[in-house]
């Protein structure tokens, strides 16, 4: 398994301003995945972030709104931008591991007023 | 990606096998089975895949029917920090389409 890890793990942003979340693999994974949890909500996948390429984006999201980095094989980035009350949601960070398995993060906690 | 349903909750008394059902009837020859847990809004745990073998590992076991359109998850003796959201997943692409769940209770 991976072990990863976000930052930051909880934050409170103010509307209209834009927030980085990072997220950290103990190993080189080839596929990284940012998914999005509105409150009493299932998972909804954003976006797979792909190494040395433009992301590709899930139907409903748009680079715009959460352009994502992934400078090397083992960290990525995923910006809440412009944010508004309804961004209020856990995002997670999830990695193919070599075994198969897909593991998630443990989540940041994002609430914007 | 096959679409799966699941019971929305379901109860299991302490020390009993939770057996935790999911309907994949659309699901594809390539695609494989996931399930994961979710404990009080963490980040989703793996716990267990198969193809069309029954699996069994450390924390649980998955029996897949022969035509592979239901399978059940079943955890041999549950305690309380079971109590979780479970989510069975059916994966070909790894674009995890997530359900909504079933919420187990595991109660003393």
């Known amino acids: 398994s991976a072990v990863i890890s976000q930052k930051p793990s909880r934050d409170i942003c103010q509307r209209g301003t834009s927030l980085t979340i990072q997220c950290q693999v103990d190993s080189q994974v080839t596929m990284m995945f940012w998914y999005r949890q509105q409150p009493g909500q299932s998972l909804t996948l954003i976006a797979t972030a792909n190494q040395g390429s433009e992301a590709t984006y899930e139907s409903g999201f748009v680079i715009d709104k959460f352009p994502i980095s992934r400078p090397n094989l083992t960290f990525s980035t995923l910006t809440v931008s412009n944010m508004s009350p309804e961004d209020s949601s856990i995002y997670l960070c999830?990695?193919?591991?070599?075994?198969?398995?897909?593991?998630f993060g443990p989540g940041t906690r994002l609430l914007v007023l | 990606d096959a679409k799966t349903t699941q019971p929305t909750s379901m109860d299991c008394a302490e020390g009993r096998a939770a057996n935790l059902p999911c309907n994949h009837s659309t699901i594809s020859g390539n695609e494989y089975v996931y399930w994961y847990r979710q404990i009080h809004s963490q980040g989703p745990q793996y716990i267990i895949h198969?193809?069309?073998n029954n699996e069994t590992n450390e924390m649980a076991s998955l029996i897949i029917t022969e035509d592979r359109k239901s399978s059940t998850l079943i955890l041999p003796h549950a305690t309380l920090r079971d109590t979780a959201v479970y989510y069975c997943?059916?994966?070909?692409?790894?674009?995890?389409?997530f359900g909504t769940g079933t919420r187990l209770k595991v109660l003393a």
């Open positions: 198969g193809l069309k």
């Open positions: 999830s990695v193919l591991s070599g075994s198969g398995g897909v593991y």
């Open positions: 997943i059916s994966v070909g692409t790894y674009k995890y389409i």
